[in-house]
């Protein structure tokens, strides 16, 4: 069926891409061969080396609202002379500071945010990776500004010596992060000799700025020897015609230098010989129980094709029935498990295992370890498998040919960064190609991952430690792996049930696009009962055989008090748990699936290829009908969430200061302590009974949107029925936001264990129209990029300094977030004020035009992909705004605001009349700003002395 259904249009396909392509090669040079697009995508491509040897790739879309470009570098961390670790990460901040051409630090920035763009860059090992997008049509000015990175930088003295500080802010902020600190410890049991045991973020230390070691003439000798033309790939993606673009980018981009500089393989083995294998025992700072195995493997980047990377990873990373998981779940020893290739270098790779263990798998080391090379033992005696290859191949295939567009600046950064290792014909599908069976080369692979090569990494507060790591002093202890410890590991494991994943049942066969004349322009309410309503809308614009099947299932017993938001937290983590070994090989086929708690109930997701997402959904909903939970499973589930929520001291600290905002202005949201109260409390006799209780109530709403026709409405509804109790439910509680007053000012000090001092100041709006978000939302607009360069670039106050709206439920509000190492809290909350009272006077009336039409631009940006209009049909729905007019009605509004009115509502609600929430986390300097208002002990205090927002 399938072959018949789609050969001739495939035929038909194929000739029209031939005689495209050889009218397009009709203007391109002989030798420069094109990327192979997906027959689903309509950007046009085009690609091409300039005289200086930059390859680049230009992107046409003739309806782009946004233009994005990206530059990657072939350098990274890994190339830091010795004696200055960080300095690659430094010099990508050091580009943004000025160039000749645009002297100014923040003229790029401000162009770009003006005309309703955004911008970043980041250095990794082996790359540093330069992005923006911005309004289509101010793509020309962006680029030259952009251009001018790679040809004149300033490295002016003066924001050296500033941007040392932010380097050191962003290494402060990671001293408590567990993926930093474990890198940290990673990198001292390394080969010195290898390029990789640097430190790569850089610090005020490895920085220092002497007489005999000047660190801009560091800068600058860096500069030139790696930012060469012939290291650097670009992506230009814009409205503009290919001819358009390439006329553009050549002179910009043929400037840059090309320094001829040749790229070698690095000899060094990451770990010597005589160290593996090797024991590491590290002390988290997170409750973390984790087993993590690396092995180091030959470097397959140049075999993409092929992908034995990928081939491995997909059967020891499964979940289904027989998998490595499965069995430790079984056995009670383990809640998670990832597998595949994350650290990669020219001449090498580490494959790595990361396992969450429980509190008997963290006991029981050695039997999850003998699980686990016994399993790879599995692989070596079976061999590759051509069936399991050519599945992997039949998904990577059909994604590929429904590929959907993506963001923009996403999409160029990764393509830029993919050109260093992939053919030009191979641009767009590289990294997710497997289109060459090599069983040579898994074989090899599978040698590689053995106990010999293994590096063992176990990490929990009790492991024996006896050193300490240099840059985040980790405690931690290493050890060259015993034979009787090695004998241990590889100890025959008995009777269990390991195997080769089965064929998967879930993978699209019939992929045809569904049509039906009329089609409505958006969803359609097309069935309603006492307890269930489903709306239907039917994709006509993105021609994808994928649709979004959304089940939010509400209940008055959801949200009321934190022992009813804990058991939904754990009763969705259970339902997940029970239904994970059938529901990973959809995931893998395309069938996204979630069931999460949401402030009024429970939702159900079921996104991807609509071929099988009614085997899905039907297996889905008679497992939560039948739904019967284990004590071990119960009680592992509990401990891992428990130990989830202690984790939260380890977040970020501006992330944990917004959450506590968060917590004071939603009701219904608890922090974690009462959570953990109340998660520890329940009992699984009491979970069940409040199952029965949520069910008893719950009412369903559905939305079916995208390749599917109208009679599925009827199939989804009987089946959602089969959850639903009879009669009327009970009214739901409607959804509240704390409303502050006018002239209101309460002070929240939080406790954040961390050196840093963190600022969180809300400043709400004066209501919830469409001209109090308008307003909002284009005060924001107006305030990120000065506060950012001001307090940020100019003040150095912080690594995280941001401002913004921020919406509670439809609730406008802004902003304002600070994290510091080096200033106290009050001189943060002053800088904050000054910066605030000197907008006005700063905004003049062009200004103002272009960061209105800007927003405007932002808000009725079209939809890039079906999960984008679905995701937006949803939220509305849920919204009740059911018109699905909201991005209009928002636009309409900053639209019609002049500069007069804006200047009356920001003087008398954000400077006059504040509505204001701030919070403050005061870190080692334990200092609390005086004044700007009451102090308040908790949220829920916040919430019981002020009013509320219903939101019905």
Avoid at 716 to 737: D, F, I, K, S, Y
Wanted: hydrophobic share 40%; net charge negative.
């Amino acid at each position: 069926m399938q072959a018949t259904r789609f050969g001739r249009w495939h035929r038909s396909l194929a000739l029209f891409t031939v005689l495209a392509l050889l009218a397009a090669c009709a203007s391109l040079p002989p030798a420069q061969p094109q990327p192979v697009k997906s027959p689903n995508d309509d950007y046009a491509y085009r690609y091409l080396t300039l005289p200086n040897q930059l390859e680049v790739l230009l992107i046409s879309d003739p309806d782009a609202p946004k233009a994005a470009a990206a530059l990657d570098v072939l350098v990274g961390s890994g190339d830091n002379p010795p004696g200055r670790e960080g300095l690659a990460h430094f010099l990508e901040h050091m580009l943004f500071l000025g160039t000749d051409k645009y002297p100014e630090a923040g003229d790029y920035q401000q162009y770009i945010d003006q005309h309703g763009g955004s911008h970043n860059a980041y250095t990794s090992f082996e790359h540093t990776n330069y992005f923006f997008d911005i309004q289509a049509a101010y793509l020309p000015g962006a680029l030259d500004r952009f251009a001018q990175f790679f040809i004149a930088p300033r490295f002016d003295a003066v924001y050296v010596e500033r941007e040392m500080n932010a380097v050191e802010a962003e290494y402060q902020m990671g001293l408590r992060s567990d993926s930093r600190r474990g890198l940290d410890v990673l990198q001292d049991v390394m080969n010195p000799a290898h390029p990789f045991s640097q430190f790569t973020v850089g610090s005020l230390q490895t920085l220092a700025d002497t007489p005999e070691q000047p660190i801009r003439e560091d800068l600058l000798r860096f500069y030139e020897q790696h930012y060469s033309a012939d290291k650097m790939r670009l992506v230009v993606f814009g409205a503009e015609s290919l001819e358009q673009l390439e006329a553009l980018v050549t002179p910009l981009f043929s400037a840059v230098p090309n320094r001829e500089v040749v790229v070698t393989d690095i000899p060094e083995p990451l770990f010597t010989p005589e160290s593996l294998p090797m024991l590491l025992q590290v002390q988290p700072q997170a409750t973390l129980r984790q087993l993590e195995v690396s092995f180091p493997v030959a470097d397959y980047r140049t075999d993409y094709r092929s992908n034995p990377l990928a081939y491995l990873g997909n059967l020891v990373g499964h979940e289904g029935a027989g998998s490595l998981l499965s069995q430790l779940k079984a056995e009670g020893l383990a809640e998670t498990l990832a597998a595949g290739s994350g650290l990669g270098w020219r001449g090498g790779a580490l494959f790595s295992i990361s396992i969450g263990l429980t509190e008997a798998g963290l006991a029981g080391q050695d039997r999850v370890l003998q699980l686990l090379f016994a399993y790879l033992d599995l692989l070596r005696a079976e061999g590759p498998q051509q069936w399991l290859y050519d599945e992997q191949s039949r998904l990577a295939d059909l994604q590929f040919r429904f590929r959907e567009q993506a963001n923009p600046v996403n999409y160029v950064s990764a393509l830029a960064s993919g050109m260093h290792d992939y053919a030009p014909e191979d641009i767009l599908r590289g990294g997710s190609l497997m289109s060459e069976y090599a069983p040579a080369l898994i074989e090899e692979l599978l040698a590689s991952v053995v106990p010999e090569n293994a590096l063992v990494t176990i990490s929990h507060a009790s492991v024996p430690v006896d050193r300490v790591s240099p840059h985040y002093e980790v405690p931690y202890s290493v050890q060259t792996v015993s034979a009787e410890l090695l004998a241990r590991w590889t100890a025959p494991v008995g009777d269990t049930a390991l195997a080769l994943p089965a064929p998967n049942e879930f993978i699209a066969e019939d992929v045809t696009l569904v049509s039906e004349d009329p089609v409505a322009q958006a969803p359609e309410r097309t069935l309603e009962t006492a307890r269930q309503t489903v709306w239907f809308g039917q994709d006509t614009e993105f021609g994808v055989p994928r649709g979004a099947l959304y089940i939010n299932f509400r209940s008055p017993h959801v949200g009321e008090t934190p022992e009813q938001a804990a058991a939904a937290l754990l009763y969705t983590a259970l339902l997940k748990d029970a239904v994970n070994e059938f529901t990973y090989p959809a995931l893998l086929a395309g069938l996204n699936f979630d069931v999460y708690k949401h402030a009024q109930g429970i939702s159900l997701r079921i996104s991807g290829y609509d071929d099988k997402q009614q085997r899905l959904l039907d297996r889905l909903l008679v497992a939560i009908d039948e739904a019967s939970f284990s004590d071990q499973r119960f009680n592992n589930i509990r401990a891992d969430m428990v130990r989830g929520l202690k984790n939260a001291v380890a977040k970020r600290p501006s992330s944990q200061v917004i959450d506590d905002a968060r917590e004071a202005l939603l009701h219904g949201e608890w922090g974690e302590q009462p959570l953990i109260d109340a998660l520890e409390a329940i009992s699984l006799s009491g979970l069940n009974a409040w199952v029965r209780d949520f069910w008893g109530e719950a009412t369903a709403e559905t939305l079916l949107y995208g390749n599917y026709t109208a009679d599925k409405v009827q199939a989804v509804a009987e089946r959602v029925n089969t959850l639903l109790a009879p009669g009327e439910p009970l009214a739901m509680p409607p959804l509240q936001v704390t409303r502050l007053e006018p002239g209101t000012a309460l002070k929240y000090v939080v406790e954040v264990p961390h050196d840093d001092a963190v600022v969180g100041w809300y400043l709400q709006a004066a209501g919830d129209t469409w001209s109090d978000r308008a307003a909002t939302a284009l005060t924001a607009h107006v305030i990120k990029t000065g506060f950012y360069q001001q307090l940020r670039t100019e003040q150095q106050l912080g690594y995280v300094v941001s401002a913004f709206a921020w919406p509670q439920l439809d609730v406008p509000g802004l902003m304002m977030l600070i994290q510091s190492p080096n200033t106290p809290a009050p001189a943060i909350v002053e800088a904050m004020d000054r910066y605030l009272d000197g907008v006005d006077a700063s905004l003049d009336e062009a200004q103002f035009l272009r960061y209105r039409d800007s927003l405007v631009g932002e808000i009725l940006r079209p939809d890039k992909n079906l999960w984008e209009r679905a995701e937006f049909y949803w939220q509305s729905i849920a919204k009740r705004e059911t018109a699905f007019d909201s991005r209009q009605q928002l636009a309409e509004a900053v639209q019609s605001m002049a500069l007069d009115d804006w200047r009356r509502y920001f003087d008398a609600v954000f400077m006059q009349q504040r509505r204001s929430l701030l919070v403050v986390a005061p870190g080692k300097a334990a200092a609390v700003p005086g004044g700007y208002g009451e102090s308040v002990e908790s949220a829920a205090a916040v919430k019981a002395r002020m009013g509320v927002y219903t939101i019905q």
